[in-house]
C-alpha cells in the first residue's frame, strides 16, 4: 500500500507537470516541470522524502528496462540508421569527451577558487 501511495505522489506531481506544460508557452517538457515541482517540494518541505522514497527507488531500479523499447526501435530502423553509424559514432565520441573535458575542467576551477578563498579567509 506504501507503494502505491507514494507512486500517486509522484503521478500526481507529474499531472501538475503536464498541466503547467498544457497552459505555460515555454518549450520545456511536462517532465521537467514535474522534476522541478518535486525538487522544490522536497526542499521546502511540503513533500516529505518519505512520501516518495521507496517508489523512486523502485523506479530508478527499474529504469534499465525503460531503454527496451527504445533499442528494438533502433534495431528495427537499422537500413535507415546504418548509413549515419559512423557520423553519429564519431559525434556521440567528441561530444563525450567535450563535456567530460569541460565538467572536469570546471570541477577543477570551483576548487581551486574555493581552496583559494578558505585560505584568505584564514
Do not use: H
Amino acid at each position: 500500500m506504501k507503494y502505491i501511495k507514494q507512486f500517486l505522489v509522484i503521478l500526481g506531481i507529474s499531472f501538475v507537470g503536464e498541466l503547467f506544460k498544457a497552459v505555460l508557452p515555454f518549450p520545456i517538457p511536462a517532465s521537467i516541470y514535474g522534476m522541478i515541482i518535486l525538487f522544490i517540494g522536497l526542499m521546502t518541505g511540503l513533500i516529505k522524502l518519505d512520501a516518495v522514497k521507496d517508489a523512486g527507488k523502485f523506479l530508478i531500479e527499474i529504469m534499465p528496462l525503460m531503454f527496451i523499447p527504445a533499442g528494438v526501435g533502433l534495431m528495427e530502423s537499422w537500413g535507415i540508421l546504418k548509413p549515419v553509424v559512423l557520423p553519429f559514432c564519431i559525434i556521440t565520441v567528441v561530444t563525450i569527451v567535450t563535456v567530460m573535458t569541460a565538467a572536469g575542467r570546471t570541477s577543477q576551477w570551483i576548487i581551486r577558487r574555493d581552496k583559494k578563498r578558505g585560505k584568505l579567509n584564514d
